[in-house]
């Protein structure tokens, strides 16, 4: 059956089917297995992979039905990485045994997956990674230092952007690998952030022997291959579906509600014009996820992301100034490891100072109005005397 064949219909069918043979009460692993394999995990993803080769916007056909039959889901507030950025990279860029071997644990949940992309000398400038991988036979000998590396302390895979030709300039000397993080050499250790808790990782790599198996694409084409995860990671962090004043906006609105006291003319105008933003920027998140169902995303999520932070900033600070006082108060500073940011249940100057790092994770702020300019506004690129120089030869 073609994509073009697939209607809502059958594939609630096959949904149905589904349930019917594998109990929804049974064992959670045993139906996401089963879901996956009978294609309706991803539906536009390939027979065999998890998918049907089925239109995507269909998905939410089978998400609707299983959710209505309490089928158990995948816990996609855990998995993330994998989901929203390893996988869509290793189904364009890997091979048929990478994308047999990976894609099923990761969909499952049964296999945690993190990014080793950012480093302390090049996170804004991605191009600028130093982590050297050099070729030893038919392994990769990699070794540096990565940072702001989320769920590296429970993933069993990474994907992993390194610089395997000095020589070359910066974007064309880089190869991406899946780094086994079970392997000798790699060191996790937790870093402790404004809120009190320890989301992030910095991630050491001394000497790991990575099999050339695991390499993602061609040797000195990596940046080719991260722009898939980039773009990808954005979507995922500024394109999550939100209902109507839900997402950051939801506590401010509340504590607007509760305290009626505190509330001014002057907190008034902005309350409305940030609840306004908050609508437009959810639309906007669906016209892109309408977007990326019918190909590829685009340098539109850059801008999705973008104003996702920028305004989830704002947000959390009005919130602050209508809360007074009481908005001061933080709930816990004890040492956590969270496996998912859970803003929305926590104090609002929890929600304040975690807002801090929007506007750097995924693709700082200035990074991504660079990519604005150029990819969707057509500026003209700013000047650069880095592009044609040797990554070695660069001043740092």
């Not at 998912?340 to 104090?347: Q, S």
């Not at 969707?376 to 990554?391: F, I, K, N, Q, S």
Request: with cysteine; net charge neutral.
């Amino acid at each position: 059956m073609s994509a073009n064949t697939w209607e809502a219909a059958e594939l609630r069918s096959l949904a149905k089917e589904l349930v019917a043979r594998h109990p929804v009460d049974g064992d959670p692993l045993a139906f996401l297995r089963a879901r996956f394999d009978a294609g309706l995990a991803w539906v536009h993803f390939p027979v065999g992979l998890g998918g049907l080769g089925a239109p995507r916007a269909l998905q939410s056909a089978v998400d609707e039905e299983l959710a209505a039959a309490g089928a158990p889901d995948n816990d996609p507030g855990r998995i993330g990485i994998g989901l929203g950025m390893a996988a869509p990279t290793i189904l364009r860029h890997g091979t048929p045994a990478q994308q047999r071997r990976f894609l099923r644990p990761l969909w499952t949940g049964q296999e945690v997956w993190c990014q080793l992309f950012s480093e302390p000398g090049a996170g804004s400038d991605l191009a600028a990674v130093g982590t050297r991988a050099v070729r030893d036979g038919d392994a990769w000998v990699v070794s540096g230092q990565k940072v702001w590396t989320s769920l590296a302390h429970k993933a069993r895979w990474a994907i992993l952007l390194a610089r395997t030709d000095p020589d070359a300039p910066k974007h064309q000397g880089m190869t991406y690998f899946v780094c086994d993080m079970t392997a000798p050499g790699v060191e996790v250790r937790p870093l402790r952030q404004i809120t009190g808790e320890a989301e992030f990782n910095e991630v050491f790599l001394t000497d790991v022997r990575l099999p050339d198996d695991l390499r993602l694409g061609a040797p000195g084409e990596g940046w080719a291959v991260a722009r898939t995860t980039l773009m990808n990671e954005r979507v995922a962090i500024g394109g999550t579906p939100v209902p109507r004043e839900g997402g950051p906006i939801e506590p401010l609105v509340r504590a607007w509600r509760e305290w009626p006291e505190v509330r001014t003319a002057g907190l008034h105008d902005e309350l409305m014009r940030l609840w306004v933003r908050a609508e437009a920027a959810r639309l906007t998140g669906a016209r892109l996820r309408q977007q990326l169902a019918a190909g590829e995303p685009g340098p539109e999520g850059s801008a999705v992301k973008l104003t996702h932070a920028m305004l989830t900033q704002r947000i959390t600070g009005l919130e602050l100034e209508v809360l007074g006082e009481a908005g001061l108060r933080h709930d816990d500073w004890t040492l956590r490891r969270p496996e998912r940011t859970d803003v929305l249940d926590r104090a609002a100057t929890h929600r304040y100072l975690r807002a801090k790092g929007n506007s750097i994770e995924g693709g700082t702020s200035e990074v991504l109005r660079g990519i604005i300019a150029e990819r969707v506004l057509g500026l003209p690129a700013e000047p650069r005397t880095d592009t044609t120089v040797a990554w070695k030869d660069l001043p740092r």
